[in-house]
């Protein structure tokens, strides 16, 4: 197995040592998440009795698959724990996510978890976030006025595209990349992009993350 994936696998497992049973759990989405999920199924195999609320149609096939029992909003609204990857992690634990198209349906069940646990392999820390793109989900209706004004906002932006088609997020909506460079104040920044006519959600998660467990070569690191 190639390192940087067994980071993954070492920070994933661990989380899973967080869910009791009875609890609600909020289901990530991303590589990471694919180990964590692992993981789980041996749990419920065991017995353990939980329910899960995926944030992506990839989560939900690969719970499936594994047995793991699902659950959705018409059910509840309660989630006592949400367990996701990340893209970038600052030092505030301030996130930056949906490099896989994901960040709308995370970032509502992240949302309404009681508590949010980020599982990471170590090269997602950062000091400051930015490097990486930042996804914003806009509706296809006027996208290209939706990007015009992200760019006034002081970014470069590429339209995200898969196998060379446009990329259709799983709520149907297109996703922008926005190449800010390194972001000052991502709060601040998430505010300003959320009050654009046809932006759906951002990919910055500010000040929601809990525990974030983050996978080394040989240990994991437990960041509050
Ligand atoms: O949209 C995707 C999600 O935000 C993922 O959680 C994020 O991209 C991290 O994924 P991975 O664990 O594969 O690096």
């Not at 329910?51 to 309660?78: C, N, Q």
């Not at 990919?203 to 509050?224: P, Q, S, W, Y």
């Given at each position: 197995?190639?390192?940087?994936?067994?980071?993954?696998?070492?920070?994933?497992?661990?989380?899973?040592?967080?869910?009791?049973?009875?609890?609600?759990?909020?289901?990530?989405?991303?590589?990471?998440?694919?180990?964590?999920?692992?993981?789980?199924?041996?749990?419920?195999?065991?017995?353990?009795?939980?329910?899960?609320?995926?944030?992506?149609?990839?989560?939900?096939?690969?719970?499936?698959?594994?047995?793991?029992?699902?659950?959705?909003?018409?059910?509840?609204?309660?989630?006592?724990?949400?367990?996701?990857?990340?893209?970038?992690?600052?030092?505030?634990?301030?996130?930056?996510?949906?490099?896989?198209?994901?960040?709308?349906?995370?970032?509502?069940?992240?949302?309404?978890?009681?508590?949010?646990?980020?599982?990471?392999?170590?090269?997602?820390?950062?000091?400051?976030?930015?490097?990486?793109?930042?996804?914003?989900?806009?509706?296809?209706?006027?996208?290209?006025?939706?990007?015009?004004?992200?760019?006034?906002?002081?970014?470069?932006?590429?339209?995200?595209?898969?196998?060379?088609?446009?990329?259709?997020?799983?709520?149907?909506?297109?996703?922008?990349?926005?190449?800010?460079?390194?972001?000052?104040?991502?709060?601040?920044?998430h505010e300003q992009l959320k009050l654009l006519?046809?932006v759906i959600e951002t990919?910055?998660?500010?000040?929601?993350?809990?525990?974030?467990?983050?996978?080394?070569?040989?240990?994991?690191?437990?960041?509050?």
């Open positions: 197995m190639k390192t940087s994936e067994l980071k993954k696998k070492i920070a994933g497992e661990k989380a899973v040592d967080s869910i009791e049973n009875g609890m609600t759990i909020g289901l990530g989405s991303g590589s990471t998440v694919y180990w964590m999920l692992r993981k789980l199924k041996e749990k419920v195999d065991s017995g353990l009795n939980i329910k899960g609320i995926p944030t992506s149609k990839r989560t939900e096939g690969w719970a499936k698959e594994f047995g793991i029992p699902l659950t959705d909003f018409s059910e509840t609204t309660k989630i006592d724990l949400a367990i996701d990857g990340a893209n970038e992690i600052d030092t505030n634990l301030n996130l930056l996510k949906g490099g896989g198209g994901s960040l709308v349906r995370e970032k509502i069940v992240n949302h309404l978890a009681n508590r949010l646990i980020i599982i990471a392999d170590d090269g997602k820390l950062c000091n400051q976030l930015g490097k990486h793109h930042l996804p914003v989900e806009v509706v296809p209706f006027g996208w290209k006025a939706t990007a015009r004004s992200l760019e006034q906002l002081g970014c470069s932006t590429t339209m995200r595209l898969q196998d060379e088609q446009v990329f259709i997020s799983d709520n149907g909506n297109y996703i922008i990349d926005c190449h800010f460079g390194l972001i000052e104040n991502p709060n601040k920044l006519v046809g990919g910055l998660f500010c000040n929601m993350t809990d525990l974030a467990i983050i996978g080394h070569e040989e240990k994991v690191e437990l960041l509050r």
